[in-house]
């Protein structure tokens, strides 16, 4: 009964009455029961209507309890459909004969300003309330309202730019709109929760390499990674160990962050953090290792402890962002070797158990610079129990990423002849076989099935029964691939199997030869090797056989 007399105390009576029903609800909705109860009154559409009073007072209490309510799904549909995004939008308008610095001053005008857009932050928490603001021209008030640098208005308009980045046609206006320098420039704030806001706009806006430039060319790298020490605040530190993650996929911008020593820096965050902070961090230090020098900190400071330790874990996303930064600093000897001495190879090979093929290919593509920079990994290899029946049952997955990684680990784990002996004995020649025809024209796989075949040729009778399961043909296609890592594993696999006769017949009848003579003159010498090989074999079986012929006559 009392909620229900102060909603009807707002609809149009006294100013006065109306001021001080509004006070209360802006305090009591923001409990959602009340806010609820407020839903089923009816008190939006009266709310709504009072967004275009002609009282600053009537219009500023009212955005603001709409922005309580609109925390509810259901309050959110209802503001949109009663055309209460527009009016909020128009809120936001600065008429062009309006001087800034007044404005500025205009304390009851910077106060709309922060409840209008206090309530497009809740609003925008719906996808279908971002593309009506979109549609009535947001971004375009935001980039005016951003250039104030009003902190009371940047809290509530960063927020909402934050909130509505997750959208790509947003994350492309916002970069267009020239907001990220502003988003860059208020990292040095000292209000925390801007900061925060600006942070998580930035980890959503730097998908885009154009946005990671900017980033960079506006000075945003080096706060950010001032701002990895504040861990106290772990609302901030999430957003900002997320923006470095993103920020990080530029390589000049993992160059910067060498220089300010950042790995140092993320190392300590990758134990007792929560796991949303972590799992940013993991992700950052598999950016930034890509630069040998940055392997090198995270090495110094026991980052690869600290990660191995991670892949104990449950949560897909951490193990997947943990197992590429393992996989990225295993390129580097002495990191491969720690990952090995405390356990981590296999507890990556105890990761392709997992039921996501994300996680699966992630562990599998780690694995693959564990072994090739291991100089005891055949015996490594040997000593997973199962682990060889693993790899071999996983070239039966559907998901392409897998099938991908998994042939690049058969590959690597190929390179040990005891190990090829057991994958054989496993049936990885007829798997392997089968996968060449079903993805005929998929490069991403095809480079690597070719990379695999050609390492399993060197064991026993495996060249003949790859022939015999008449792989040749199509990996002859392979060598008229446009990307050079297919047709160069195409013609690697092409030479060890023209070391069987019956092979060189049919790349002779398929007109490999054709292709191969221009491989020859290739700037990369393993692949002018290996095109000579094949058609000298091929030769020499056409020479074996006009001699036999000469003979007979």
């Known amino acids: 009964a009392g909620l229900e007399a102060l909603v009807n105390l707002i609809d149009p009576s006294e100013v006065r009455c109306q001021i001080a029903s509004l006070k209360i609800l802006k305090y009591i909705s923001q409990s959602k029961n ?27 209490l009212s955005a603001e309890t709409i922005a309580n309510i609109a925390k509810l799904t259901r309050a959110r549909k209802l ?18 004969h309006v001087n800034i610095e007044a404005l500025k001053e205009d304390k009851q005008a910077v106060e709309l300003l922060r409840c209008a857009a206090l309530g ?23 980039s005016k309202l951003i250039t104030l640098e009003v902190e009371a208005i940047l809290v509530p308009v960063v927020a909402t730019l934050s909130e509505c980045s ?9 970069c267009e709109g020239g907001i990220i320098q502003y988003l860059s420039k208020f990292l040095e704030s000292e209000n925390q929760e801007l900061v925060s806001h600006c942070a998580n706009a930035i980890f959503h806006c730097a998908e885009d390499s154009l946005t990671r430039s900017l980033i960079r060319q506006h000075n945003g790298l080096e706060p950010l990674s001032r701002l990895v020490r504040n861990t106290e605040n772990v609302t901030m530190l999430e957003g900002v160990t997320g923006a470095i993650w993103k920020v990080a996929i530029d390589h000049e911008n993992c160059e910067i962050f060498k220089v300010l020593r ?40 026991n980052g690869l402890i600290h990660l191995v330790n991670l892949l104990s874990g449950t949560n897909p996303t951490l193990l997947i962002n943990v197992a590429h930064a393992l996989g990225k600093c295993a390129t580097e000897p002495d ?31 780690a694995i693959c610079p564990c072994i090739d920079n291991n100089k005891d990994a055949g015996e490594m290899v040997r000593s997973l129990v199962g682990g060889l029946e693993l790899i071999v049952s996983l070239l039966k997955s559907e998901n392409r990423e897998v099938l991908a990684s998994i042939c690049s680990a058969v590959a690597n784990i190929a390179k040990d002849e005891q190990n090829l002996a057991v994958l054989t004995d ?4 007829p798997i392997l076989s089968k996968l060449v025809v079903d993805h005929s024209t998929d490069d991403y796989v095809r480079g690597h099935i070719a990379d695999a ?71 990369d010498w393993v692949l002018q090797e290996a095109a000579a090989g094949c058609i000298a074999n091929i030769r020499h079986l056409a020479l074996a056989n006009d001699m036999a012929q000469s003979s007979k006559r």
């Not at 559409?45 to 219009?59: A, E, H, M, R």
């Not at 001495?341 to 599998?364: E, F, I």
């Not at 496993?426 to 020649?429: E, K, T």
């Open 34 to 60: 009340i806010s609820r109860s407020l839903t089923d009154l009816g008190a939006i559409q009266s709310l709504i209507g009072l967004l275009s009073s002609n009282v600053p007072d009537l219009q500023c």
């Open 79 to 96: 503001v949109r459909k009663d055309g209460g995004i527009a009016k909020f939008v128009s809120l936001l308008q600065i008429p062009g």
């Open 120 to 142: 497009l932050c809740s609003l925008s928490k719906s996808s279908k309330n971002k593309r009506k603001m979109k549609n009535s021209g947001l971004i375009m008030y935001l």
């Open 166 to 174: 997750v959208d790509p046609e947003y994350r492309a206006a916002i």
């Open 262 to 301: 950042l790995c140092e820096q993320l190392v300590p965050l990758l134990h007792n953090q929560p796991e949303e902070v972590m799992i940013n961090v993991a992700g950052s230090i598999a950016e930034c290792a890509k630069i040998p020098e940055n392997i090198e900190q995270i090495r110094k400071s």
């Open 335 to 365: 990191s491969a070797s720690i990952i090995d001495k405390y356990d981590g190879v296999r507890l990556l090979w105890s990761l392709l158990k997992s039921p996501n093929p994300n996680v699966q290919s992630s562990a599998a593509w």
């Open 426 to 429: 496993h049936g990885v020649v």
């Open 453 to 523: 075949i050609g390492r399993c040729c060197v064991w026993g009778n495996n060249r003949k029964e790859f022939g015999a399961r008449k792989v040749v043909k199509p990996l002859v296609k392979y060598l008229k691939s446009k990307e050079p890592f297919v047709y160069k594993a195409a013609a690697m696999a092409l030479f060890h199997l023209s070391l069987e006769p019956d092979n060189c017949i049919v790349m002779h009848e398929n007109h490999a030869k054709q292709w191969l003579v221009n491989m020859v003159g290739d700037d």
